[in-house]
């Protein structure tokens, strides 16, 4: 299994809530779009061209040895965070409505509360995988 060094998951954490805050506050649909195409490119082209992991390479060069977290779940997370950013962005398109804020507060609030600790993508992880043994019958 791959693993990412913390201090790059945190990179992109700390970057998703600048960006998603922003947004919000500001009431920034450029600032909503940069947020999605930071979330979105990585997903599409691979995490080589995960911007936060690229700041944080600079930052941490010498990040031999520390904590880490699986890159399936690295994935998991910006997957939800893609999702959400792609209906917060259809639904202020299409209709102006406030909605769209709360998707993209959805992901602050998740970039944040894992900044101190938990992880809700994790535990979302966890909880499938949990399910798929459970109705396989093992």
Known sequence: MREIPISYVKTNQI????LTLSSIVLQSILLLFIAFLFVITPLVLGQKANLAFYIAKRLFPH?????????????????????????????YLWTGSWVAWLLTGMVTLAATVALLG?????????????????????
């Open 15 to 18: 970057i998703m809530v600048i």
């Open 118 to 138: 938990f992880c809700v993508g994790c535990f979302l992880y966890f909880q499938f995988k949990k399910l798929k043994h459970v109705l396989k019958g093992n």
């Open 63 to 91: 990040n031999v040895g520390g904590e880490t977290e699986a890159a399936v779940l690295q994935k998991f997370n910006q997957t939800i965070g893609g999702l959400l950013l792609t209906l917060a962005l259809l639904i």
